[in-house]
């Protein structure tokens, strides 16, 4: 084991010998010597010899000059340097494994990058390069098992991977390296381990004063996160990442690439069984304030979602690739082989939703691209979409899970099965979609709830317009409304109630099945907006902060009148002919009734972005613009009516003489 005596003593040595002999020595000696190798501190060792020959080829090239005055260290011209690299290359032969060799040619490459200090100028850096890349793959032909060869070979590689030419890089025989980083990144005892870490904490999560947990800094575990976040792989998982990204672009072989997605699948599923014997996997994030002390807020909890964080990123970064490849990938493409990845890699993500969900939907636009994309391919198999979703839906539908994991994994499902209503059959719409929302509909406000509250509202949105749910749509259509006005604005955000009854009036309206079985359900629907804005609070609503995140929050504060007449206005394009000519003047002087001059001047730009901005057909644009100029359209949306608003009528309706 190092010191850093003795590894200022070897850096120094090492600087400034000249002897080529001693040098090829010094090389040899810090490769095979029993008191560096017979106790090795895992990748630590293997980091503190490669920054030996780092240091020392910085140090020939200016790095330390540049810090003394000049004159102080004698200059070594290109000539002592290229003698020098040969020396240390030639320390590297037979006596020595082969992935140590990485070592030192790593070390020489890094000092020749003089993009952060001035570069060891040598006229045999073209040599380096393709002896490093040489030695990468003897290493990876080594059938002899080493605990430390996969790692070192790990990170050197991602230390030097974009120092290397592309004709250099084009050489790696990706087929041996990809399940070399994989297994050094997630598996090894260098990397996260697959996630068993998260299982040892819960025995030193104790309870203290006031009925709240904590856990100690001073704890086992503690320090043993601190450690594993402090290995070399784990602090550089971005850049490792991005290099078995690359691996998976590169890889000859279709069939590591279904590895490496088993791989990832068993690393989430033992994560996720690993949290889940937590006792801090029992407090919803809403809640850590209440449950949790301040030592444990703010020095212990931070460093194990800032480890988890990267791990997450890891894992979509590679899942990115993995989804790319598919998509240009012939064979992997293939009807055996597209649903299955696509599956697998859905699962992935159920099973980390736990730590991206407090990210936030839209904070990281890879999952987003990952989450999406293995959607659209699963889409394309109905067989394939139902047997995930008989897999994922909650274990006891129709009940509110009390588990904070188990509702955030109900959450990872509403949000899953909205994409895919539309490839499912009606049978599992309603027996497993409509009845894994149920709960989530009328359930009493809560702030750990909003987020798949609001999910679960759009699951049933998404089954509702599916064209092939017109009977379930019959059926279940008077219940959900009687909800949806229940639960505004307590439960609901302004901006998903207005999606809500805007996709509701299109569904009720032509060329819906549904308009021809209940044609004046639209404008029931509408009639009941009207009715409820007149006697609605002008009030501002407050904003509904999500435990999750905040991606609902309005952008400007509204009141509940001023919401629902711009749930009506926003309805106006999807209305019958004859129901929109009906429409346009209630709905223009209602907004001459919104109290406060700000609100009403919301909803009337509202109203001008539905008639200008092409939110129109042609044939409703024709009845909107002649509604506009000269039936007194204009004056009722801008100055208001000049008595009262006039009363909503069904079709074919009179309406009662004046008497004048």
Not at 451 to 475: G, M, T
Not at 573 to 590: D, G, H, V
Request: charged share 15%; hydrophobic share 45%; proline share 6%.
């Amino acid at each position: 084991m190092f010191t850093c005596l003795k590894i200022l003593l070897a850096t120094s040595l090492l600087t400034t010998l000249r002897n080529p002999a001693n040098i090829s020595l010094l090389t040899r000696q810090l490769l095979i010597a029993p008191a560096i190798w017979n106790r090795p501190d895992g990748l630590r060792t293997c980091l503190q010899v490669l920054s030996i020959f780092h240091t020392a080829g910085t140090n020939r090239g200016g790095g330390i000059n540049s810090a003394r005055a000049p004159g102080s260290l004698k200059e070594y011209s290109d000539a002592d340097n290229d003698i020098w690299v040969k020396a240390v290359a030639a320390g590297a032969d037979e006596q020595s494994p082969r992935w140590k060799h990485l070592l030192p040619l790593g070390g020489l490459l890094l000092s020749m990058d003089g993009r952060v200090h001035p570069p060891l100028y040598s006229t045999l850096k073209g040599d380096v390069e393709r002896a490093v890349v040489k030695a990468v793959n003897l290493a990876l032909s080594q059938s002899t098992p080493d605990e430390l060869r996969g790692g070192c070979v790990t990170l050197v590689l991602n230390y030097t991977f974009e120092l290397l030419p592309n004709v250099l890089v084009a050489e790696l025989d990706y087929d041996a390296l990809l399940p070399t980083l994989v297994e050094a990144a997630f598996f090894s005892a260098e990397g996260f381990q697959s996630g068993y870490l998260l299982g040892t904490i819960d025995q030193d999560i104790v309870h203290v004063k006031d009925n709240k947990f904590t856990w100690l800094p001073m704890s086992p575990t503690f320090l043993q996160a601190q450690k594993v976040s402090s290995r070399p792989l784990v602090a550089s998982m971005g850049p490792l990442s991005r290099l078995i990204a690359h691996a998976v672009k590169s890889v000859r072989s279709p069939l590591h690439i279904h590895n490496l997605v088993e791989a990832l699948l068993n690393v989430s599923r033992t994560t996720n069984s690993q949290w889940r014997a937590n006792k801090l996997s029992e407090i919803d994030a809403s809640e850590e304030a209440v449950y949790l002390d301040e030592v444990a807020l703010k020095r212990t909890i931070p460093l194990l979602w800032q480890i988890l964080r990267s791990v997450l990123f890891a894992m979509t970064i590679v899942m990115k690739s993995i989804m790319g490849r598919l998509l240009i990938d012939g064979e992997l493409a293939k009807h055996n082989s597209a649903p299955t990845l696509s599956t697998q890699i859905l699962h992935t993500m159920r099973n980390v939703y736990f730590i991206s969900s407090r990210l936030g939907s839209n904070a990281f636009s890879s999952t987003t691209f990952v989450f999406l994309t293995a959607i659209d391919v699963l889409s394309r198999y109905p067989a394939h979409t139902e047997s995930f979703l008989l897999e994922t839906k909650p274990s006891a539908l129709g009940e509110l899970p009390p588990h904070p994991l188990d509702r955030c994994l109900d959450l990872f499902f509403l949000n899953t099965a909205e994409n895919l209503t539309l490839t499912i059959s009606p049978q599992i719409n309603e027996d497993i979609l409509i009845a894994a929302a149920m709960p989530y509909l009328t359930v009493a406000i809560s702030p750990h709830l909003i987020d798949i509250f609001e999910a679960a509202h759009s699951v049933v949105l998404a089954v509702l317009v599916a064209p092939k749910n017109v009977a379930i749509a019959q059926r279940i259509f008077p219940f959900y409304i009687d909800t949806l006005f229940k639960v505004f604005p307590t439960n609901l955000s302004p901006r998903q109630y207005r999606v809500a009854i805007k996709t509701l009036v299109r569904i009720a309206s032509p060329p819906s099945s549904l308009s021809f079985r209940q044609p004046d359900l639209a404008s029931t629907i509408l009639e009941m907006l009207h009715h409820r804005a007149l006697s609605a609070s002008g009030n501002m609503l407050p904003p509904l902060r999500s435990s999750i995140s905040q991606v609902n929050q309005e952008i400007a504060p509204l009141s509940e009148q001023a919401v629902l007449t711009l749930a009506i206005l926003d309805a106006l394009p999807s209305l019958s002919l004859e129901i929109l000519e009906e429409w346009l003047p209630i709905s223009a002087s209602l907004i001459n009734y919104v109290k406060g001059p700000q609100m009403a001047e919301v909803c009337r730009r509202r109203l001008w972005e539905v008639l200008y901005y092409g939110e129109m057909d042609v044939d409703r644009a024709q009845i909107c613009l002649v509604w506009w100029g000269t039936r007194g359209g204009r004056e009722m949306a801008l100055r208001g009516p000049k008595q009262g608003i006039p009363e909503p009528l069904i079709s074919a309706a009179l309406e009662e003489a004046s008497g004048q």
